[in-house]
């Protein structure tokens, strides 16, 4: 997971420098491109560390992991249920 890191830390760098690029040349249209690239990168990052942090969990607390998945499934299955029943 670490190049997915690498890779969301050198995707927010490069978005960062094209937006200040787009600042200088008056271009917003490269700003704002530069800013999602940016934001792109550090959600990239955020997922890298979610994932990891899933990991490290799932290791040490087989057990907790699986009952938080089932709790998790039976309550989107419940809201599910409930707005299938909603419709009709």
Same mark, same amino acid.
């Given at each position: =997971?670490?190049? @997915?890191? @690498?890779? *969301?830390?050198?995707?927010?760098?490069?978005?960062? &420098?094209?937006? @200040?690029? *787009?600042?200088?040349?008056?271009? &917003? *249209? =490269?700003?704002?491109?530069?800013?999602? #690239?940016? !934001?792109?990168?550090? $959600?990239?990052? !955020?997922?890298?560390?979610?994932?990891?942090?899933?990991?490290?969990? =799932? #290791? #040490?607390?087989?057990? $907790? &992991? !699986?009952? #938080?998945? @089932?709790? +998790? *499934?039976? &309550? +989107?299955?419940? !809201?599910?249920?409930?707005?299938?029943?909603?419709? =009709?």
């Amino acid at each position: =997971m670490e190049t @997915t890191k @690498t890779e *969301g830390t050198l995707r927010e760098a490069a978005g960062s &420098v094209k937006e @200040t690029i *787009g600042s200088l040349a008056g271009d &917003v *249209g =490269m700003q704002l491109e530069g800013k999602a #690239s940016e !934001l792109r990168g550090k $959600a990239q990052q !955020l997922c890298a560390d979610a994932t990891d942090l899933a990991r490290d969990a =799932m #290791s #040490s607390r087989p057990l $907790a &992991v !699986l009952a #938080s998945a @089932t709790a +998790i *499934g039976f &309550v +989107i299955g419940a !809201l599910w249920a409930r707005n299938r029943d909603t419709d =009709m």
